[in-house]
């Protein structure tokens, strides 16, 4: 502290400086953010490229690990039995690929938000 100066300034100066750098912080960890899912192949293009007419049905069984027609089966039983549907971002077979992707193979959420580009509470759920 400065001699002779005056107590109730420095102590303003300290509220000012410390609401500046909490300020900062906040802006840089929470409000700027840079994206971090960027890829040109959404994971509902690519669930869309997987369900194509034309894909190879072994391609088909080893994203889903069953064939087509049983997952049309499940789809249609979750949907009747309203246990699952589509949501905005994420339809109900972009929602099966990731749950599949991730509980019949070593992977990670990670891995699930990089191959179908969504953040990792969108994976999570």
Sequence with gaps: MVPNQDPQLTERIIVVTVAAVTLLYYYLTIAY???CRTSALTGRDYVNEV???N?????????FKMPKRVLNILIDSL????LLGNSPR???EEKIAIF??????????????????HSGETISR
């Design 100 to 117: 599949m992707s991730i509980v019949t193979r070593p992977a990670s959420n990670r891995l699930a938000q990089e191959r179908f580009q």
């Design 51 to 53: 369900m194509a007419p």
């Design 79 to 82: 949907i009747e039995q309203q």
């Design 55 to 63: 894909v190879n049905p072994v391609r088909f069984y080893e994203v």
């Design 33 to 35: 953010k840079t994206p």
């Design 90 to 92: 994420v339809s109900i």
